[in-house]
């Protein structure tokens, strides 16, 4: 135990890097459509930008240093030099160009501040709009029309904790606001870390508080030995398996104290009040492997769902109680021969007036059953909240939330766009505009010319510098006839360039534009009617909305739960049937699933979001609900043993999954009061039907 130990010790340390913070990457997105690989791209190219809005000018000037300083971005390859070699590629007046106009105009152009006659005599380059910000060629910075607007790479391997540094001394100018989903994650991470560690504690001292009362011995605290070794093997074997583990896994994985001592209280229970024999941990054996069974197909059943933080659980949770059952079956009776446990007066005062106040109470079956289906109809009616929003479930400081709203406002950043065929990005702009149902488009191939019509540009300046009228323009000016015919020809050699060298140039991730052969339209509103879909189908194009569309995906992974949900119960009817009767099957799947009803009316009472976290929630506790009915009908021991070890397997569970509640991570609050409101439920319940089964094991009332 020592040796396995210290060996999935060694893999969580080397295996550490595999903790990620990002929420949306939990999501299984299939990749299959071009819809949902538009939002994978999109995630995938936005992962290391750092974005930065700064008011003042020369605070632009002083963060810029101190981020070249920083060595934690990647070197912006664009500069003006290379700007200048994208004539053909920025060029967008072809039309006057066409029409004999373009070099009447350009001449105007001249003599104007911003023009170059060294690089750019023709003033062919037209600066793109890549968001709502226009490049001031003063700064070199991007504006908007509030704000500079500076955006960098970070480099794939930076430090987090000199990016953490770097955030927070660029935070101390005035008016600077900041987006990347690296800093989200970075204060994710942290958050997420204390709320593990503060969780973690807590549970165990109240859970300690509780052991002492319940056991009136210090030997029962060597089951923090059993609860470390499986937290610590369960994580090592997890870190081993899986490619990631998501930092909602660990949180959540705190509330797990509460099962992995479910065996220890069941034996510590079983020995009530006479001297501990480790032996006799063996009458328990069919007992613990039946509650591991059913337990860890409660939480196998995850693996059905496509949400990966889901997996993750289940395989922490899996080989946690796992290796609980082996520490507690082979070992723990070590821990404790010979010892006597007994109540503390104060415990054992409150735990009869528990009993006495079961047993005289009569829940009859019949009763149960109309006040399942009033229960049911309630639910129905009052029409509770089912929808799941992706938006509450970010957990970040005020002052990034506040930057998200100032950066959202600025650029207008939207969460939809629309997909298309790249040859046919400008005749469905066209279209959509003539109907007034796109504003401000934004696409790519609209600031940037392909090869084609770069090719037309030069064939249109060899005609030009061949037009004697077009070449007396200039040398009416005093320009000599010489260096004109130069210039021309330094627009007619110019390379014609391809997408990628474009993008290269350009320092930009080609997937924040296409995917595949499809571009990414971008605009400040779509406005959504039959015309609008008529129109995208002509040209067999797609509506995306990235928020909309995660939020659709949990909802459809909620529907999937149900159905988990129902599976997972026919399969513990058929494995409580084989292990016990079909009566009493029947019996304990009916009050698990009762137990269930109840807890969402509550939820739906209290106000609170029937979510998808809460719906896993409800899963879980009711296979580990199937623990305490099987302690329920273990005729082998006396009731009173039997409902102290609900008591004190149930009170662990409930109070380490309460403790979750307290998260400001609405998924994890949500999961975390769902389990342990339905588990204090299936509690009482069992405890109800221990005092009352006879000794035939039937259930009187």
Do not use: W
Request: proline residues 1%.
């Amino acid at each position: 135990f020592i040796i396995t130990f210290i060996f999935f010790s060694a893999s969580i340390v080397l295996n550490i890097h595999k903790i990620k913070t990002d929420f949306f990457s939990l999501l299984d997105i299939d990749s299959s459509s071009y819809k949902t690989a538009a939002i994978k791209n999109l995630q995938n190219s936005t992962k290391n930008t750092f974005n930065i809005l700064v008011k003042n000018k020369d605070n632009a000037y002083k963060i810029s240093e101190l981020a070249i300083s920083s060595n934690l971005f990647k070197k912006n390859t664009m500069d003006l030099d290379q700007i200048y070699d994208l004539k053909l590629v920025l060029f967008n007046e072809l039309k006057d160009l066409k029409d004999g106009v373009f070099f009447e105009n350009s001449i105007k152009k001249l003599y104007l501040p911003s023009s170059n006659l060294k690089d750019d005599f023709f003033s062919m380059i037209s600066f793109p709009k890549f968001t709502n910000a226009d490049f001031d060629i003063q700064t070199g910075f991007l504006k908007t029309k509030n704000y500079y607007l500076l955006s960098y790479n970070l480099k794939d391997d930076f430090n987090q904790e000199k990016l953490l540094n770097f955030y927070k001394n660029i935070k101390n100018f005035n008016e600077v606001y900041v987006s990347s989903s690296q800093i989200y994650s970075l204060y994710s991470k942290i958050s997420a870390q204390k709320e593990s560690s503060i969780f973690g504690i807590v549970s165990l001292i109240l859970t300690g508080i509780f052991i002492y009362f319940a056991f009136s011995n210090f030997r029962a605290f060597y089951i923090i030995f059993v609860v470390i070794f499986s937290l610590v093997c369960g994580l090592g074997m997890s870190l081993i398996l899986l490619e990631e583990l998501s930092f909602l896994s660990l949180v959540i994985s705190t509330s797990l104290i509460g099962l992995i001592v479910d065996f220890t209280m069941h034996f510590l229970s079983a020995n009530l009040n006479t001297p501990c024999r480790k032996n006799s941990i063996k009458s328990l054996r069919n007992l613990f492997l039946t509650a591991l069974f059913i337990t860890a197909f409660g939480y196998a059943l995850f693996f059905l769902s496509p949400m990966k933080f889901l997996h993750q659980i289940a395989c922490i949770s899996i080989f946690s109680l796992i290796f609980s059952f082996l520490i507690t079956y082979f070992k723990f009776g070590d821990f404790v021969e010979n010892t006597v446990f007994k109540n503390k007066i104060f415990f054992r005062s409150v735990f009869e007036k528990y009993i006495f106040i079961l047993s005289n109470t009569n829940l009859n079956f019949k009763f149960s059953i109309i006040i399942f289906i009033l229960m049911s109809l309630f639910i129905y009616f009052l029409n509770p909240n089912l929808k799941d929003n992706v938006k509450e479930y970010a957990n970040l400081p005020a002052t990034l939330m506040n930057d998200t709203v100032v950066f959202a406002k600025e650029l207008n950043i939207k969460s939809d766009f629309i997909l298309v065929d790249k040859e046919f990005s400008f005749d469905l702009v066209k279209s959509l505009e003539a109907k007034n149902l796109i504003k401000d488009p934004l696409y790519i191939t609209n600031f940037i010319n392909d090869e084609k019509t770069q090719l037309l540009i030069k064939n249109q300046f060899e005609m030009a510098k061949n037009d004697i009228n077009t070449l007396n323009l200039y040398t009416d000016l005093g320009f000599d006839e010489k260096d004109i015919l130069g210039e021309f020809d330094k627009v007619i050699n110019e390379k014609i360039l391809y997408y990628n060298d474009i993008f290269e140039i350009l320092n930009l991730n080609p997937n924040q534009f296409f995917i595949e052969n499809k571009e990414i339209i971008k605009a400040s509103n779509f406005i959504k009617n039959d015309e609008f879909y008529s129109i995208l189908k002509t040209f067999n194009a797609d509506y995306v909305d990235y928020l909309s569309d995660i939020n659709e995906n949990l909802n459809l992974v909620k529907l999937d739960a149900i159905f988990i949900k129902i599976f997972g119960f026919i399969v513990a009817f058929i494995a409580l049937a084989i292990f016990l009767n079909i009566k009493n099957s029947f019996f304990i799947v009916y009050y698990i699933i009762f137990s269930s009803v109840m807890s969402a009316f509550i939820f739906t009472i209290i106000g609170k979001n029937i979510d998808i976290f809460a719906i896993f929630g409800f899963i879980l506790a009711s296979a580990a609900g199937i623990d305490y009915m099987l302690f329920a009908f273990n005729s082998y021991l006396d009731f009173t043993k039997r409902v102290f070890g609900i008591v004190t397997a149930s009170f662990t569970s409930i109070l380490s999954f309460f403790m979750l509640s307290f998260s400001n991570t609405s998924a994890v609050c949500s999961f975390g009061l769902s389990v342990s409101l339905n588990l204090l439920i299936v509690s009482i319940i069992s405890s109800y039907i221990a005092i009352k089964i006879n000794k035939k094991g039937k259930i009187n009332g």
